[in-house]
């Protein structure tokens, strides 16, 4: 039986991943911060709360991570944890680079103290590239530039990733995974907040969703898929670099369409724009070419977009009608603001 640690195990990525690796009759491992208590949520969704073994830590804190290396031997370790909010790295860009990017190196530190044997998985993003993208879907020999504290932290992993792997012979695998999405997405993120403002509106608690940039364009996946390719990079004899995506992109605004159309309503009649979430830089658009994971691993993506708008959108109308019911940890309710306010509102547009 193999044993893996996952760091971030109460975000969407880590319990996908967490539940694989139990069907892989893998010992599941996940390193978590203690604020982060509120989001076992995902675990209890996916019905492996009782089945992983958490250990609390602190990834700005090398002492943590080796005693979390201590308690869970790995064979594998899968590096996701980080602050992955690209709005929020803009805000907080020390604590970013820290959470983020040094922490690859803390990890990878505790590799090379603890055993050389062990693969690591490090999760990097399509943030990255920044402003690269020229309408070619971008692989793995295209250049950076990143546009936010998150995506530079990012890339300063990336980076750390291959020197540890050149310079110590550690097996480390990054996987430079675009915008990948499900019902477990957290709600500071745009997908999220779509779906469920549009399940507000459908349900009448709402009467607008307010948006900033609905002309970015990006590659969208379903995050259960990416976690399998991210389990295919440390099975392969050689560790190397993989991007993995759908080769598609939308726009936000399509994505808003589609959520609309899913209530049979026209996204017009209830949009509008708001400059306070409109970033200082944005990346324009971004576009992945899978090829290369494909021919390695034979991972392709099975989700259509438009399929995973639906997916998200009635999984919010779900969470809502299951909430009135009395299931009031359902989802991560501390996002959902004058939840009491409104419930009556809700049970008073119910007939």
């Avoid at 990336?158 to 110590?168: D, F, P």
């Amino acid at each position: 039986m193999k044993t893996a640690l996952i760091t971030g195990i109460t975000g969407q990525d880590g319990a996908y991943l967490a539940k694989l690796l139990l069907k892989k009759n893998y010992k599941v491992y996940g390193l978590y911060r203690r604020v982060s208590t509120p989001n076992f949520w995902r675990l209890q969704a996916l019905d492996i709360y009782d089945r992983v073994n958490l250990i609390s830590g602190d990834l700005s804190d090398l002492s943590s991570i080796l005693n979390a290396f201590k308690a869970s031997q790995p064979d594998e370790v899968y590096h996701l944890a980080a602050q992955s909010f690209v709005e929020a790295s803009f805000e907080s860009p020390l604590s970013t680079a820290d959470v983020t990017g040094l922490s690859v190196t803390r990890i990878l530190e505790a590799v090379k103290l603890f055993s050389n044997s062990t693969k690591v998985y490090f999760a990097g993003t399509s943030e990255m590239f920044g402003s690269s993208y020229t309408g070619e879907p971008l692989n793995e020999n295209h250049p950076f530039n990143p546009m936010s504290p998150y995506a530079a932290a990012k890339l300063y992993g990336y980076w750390i990733s291959k020197i540890y792997r050149e310079g110590y012979g550690i097996y480390v695998a990054s996987g430079i995974l675009f915008n990948h999405e499900s019902p477990l997405r957290g709600m500071e993120f745009v997908t999220r907040k779509i779906a469920n403002e549009v399940a507000k509106i459908n349900l009448g608690l709402e009467k607008k969703i307010h948006l900033g940039n609905i002309n970015a364009r990006r590659d969208w996946g379903y995050a259960p898929e990416y976690v399998e390719a991210m389990h295919s990079m440390l099975q392969l004899d050689k560790a190397d670099d993989f991007v993995i995506a759908t080769n598609e992109t939308h726009s936000v605004e399509e994505f808003v369409k589609y959520a609309f159309d899913y209530i049979k309503e026209d996204y017009r009649d209830y949009l509008e724009i708001d400059k306070r979430f409109i970033r200082p830089l944005d990346v324009p658009a971004l576009q992945g070419d899978y090829s290369k994971a494909e021919k390695t691993f034979k991972w392709k993506p099975e989700t259509k977009f438009r399929e995973l708008v639906n997916m998200m959108v009635k999984a919010e109308i779900d969470r809502w009608k299951r909430y009135t019911e009395g299931e009031k940890f359902a989802w991560d309710v501390p996002n959902y603001p004058n939840e009491n306010n409104l419930l009556k509102t809700y049970r008073g547009n119910v007939k």
